[in-house]
């Protein structure tokens, strides 16, 4: 993966993008737990690649949670007009969310 995954959140726009974009998502999750299984990190913080939620259930409980949290927009946060970029960017949020 050449780029970080903040960054081709920014570059989703359109369903090729979205479907490359879960590839990718799907590989740093993959790297992550290689990571973990040679040098654990810190129960009380994220994983090497910044995953908050090691678990399915809590990777989506955390992408639905703000899902609803920014539906109308946040303070640093603008919704965007196109929906494979809002579904990556949940997606994201997933992963770093708490």
Same mark, same amino acid.
């Given at each position: 993966m050449t780029k970080d995954l903040f960054e081709l959140v920014n570059l989703?726009?359109?369903?090729e993008s979205?479907?490359?974009?879960?590839?990718c998502i799907a590989q740093d999750w993959h790297d992550s737990e290689r990571?973990?299984? #040679? +040098?654990p990190s810190s129960l009380y913080g994220p994983t090497h690649n910044g995953w908050e939620n090691g678990t399915i259930g809590s990777y989506l409980e955390a992408a639905?949670?703000?899902? #609803? +949290?920014s539906k109308n927009g946040l303070e640093?946060?603008?919704?965007?007009?196109n929906p494979w970029r809002r579904a990556a960017e949940i997606?994201?949020?997933?992963?770093?969310y708490e």
């Open positions: 989703v726009d359109s369903e979205f479907i490359y974009f879960l590839g990571k973990e299984v #040679e +040098a639905a949670t703000w899902a #609803e +949290a640093f946060y603008k919704k965007p007009d997606l994201y949020m997933g992963k770093i």
